[in-house]
């Protein structure tokens, strides 16, 4: 990681707790995660356990785990979250409980699209949840082969007031190049506003984020991928509002060489 970068990365997308879903399996497994993600300059991480029909999201059973978690790991910080998937017991219960499962219960919520159908009315659930005071923020549409063919209702949705976040091993290729593609689209429009882990284990999804951001920092500049990966993360776990500034990025020469 640069050493120029100040207040270490803040990573919004993990499944760092275990048992929980398809993420960390022990006790054990959960600490080698958060050991990996300070060493690689993470000091802050947001748990994220799927809410699905597959799992169930227990904030009781998920604050204790994080309170276990933090009085044994030293260098990095575990909150609480969600990724949230949109189906509708999941929007009726967000919104009738925001805090439930948004970061911290200050307001900013994962949403995750389905990737087998889409709603009719996404503004219209959007807009639902926007007015029950939570904020959408889209989980790794780069990932979502339904959303490749819908980049201006993304742009619609940032300009409603959603954020997206795409996901650190998208950048450097490990989800395949359609998925690497898209992500470059979306950064070249000035659509993505986080880059997190979306961390399962510490070999084949593993919670690092400084691979992605030395390349992004080494062709468009610290100043310009910082935000991503520090400001607004750190803002969202806190509640706080945006600085948003992202500017449409234009590839280097060398960029160019590491997407194609």
Request: proline share 5%.
């Amino acid at each position: 990681m640069p050493g120029s970068i100040s207040g270490g990365f803040a990573d919004i997308h993990s499944h760092v707790l275990y048992g929980m879903d398809d993420g960390a399996k022990t006790r054990d497994d959960s600490l080698r995660m958060l050991e990996m993600a300070a060493a690689s300059g993470t000091t802050d991480i947001v748990a994220t356990p799927h809410a699905n029909s597959r799992y169930r999201y227990n904030p009781a059973i998920i604050d204790a785990q994080i309170a276990d978690l933090n009085a044994s790991v030293d260098g990095i910080r575990v909150h609480r979250g969600c990724d949230l998937h949109l189906q509708m017991d999941n929007i009726q219960d967000a919104v009738a409980n925001p805090e439930k499962y948004s970061i911290n219960g200050r307001g900013y919520l994962m949403v995750e699209f389905p990737e087998i159908l889409m709603y009719r009315d996404v503004d219209g659930i959007l807009n639902h949840l926007m007015e029950a005071g939570l904020i959408p923020v889209i989980t790794h549409p780069e990932r979502n082969s339904f959303l490749h063919a819908r980049v201006d209702d993304l742009a619609r949705w940032v300009n409603n007031g959603c954020y997206l976040q795409v996901t650190a091993g998208s950048v450097t290729g490990t989800f395949g190049k359609p998925a690497q593609r898209f992500a470059q689209e979306l950064l070249h429009r000035g659509l993505v506003h986080v880059v997190a882990s979306d961390a399962h284990d510490c070999v084949h999804r593993p919670p690092s984020l400084n691979a992605a951001y030395e390349a992004m920092a080494n062709e468009y500049g610290e100043r310009t991928v910082g935000p991503l990966f520090v400001e607004h993360p750190h803002a969202i776990i806190a509640g706080d509002t945006l600085d948003v500034d992202v500017r449409p990025m234009k590839p280097r020469r060398s960029w160019y060489q590491f997407w194609k």
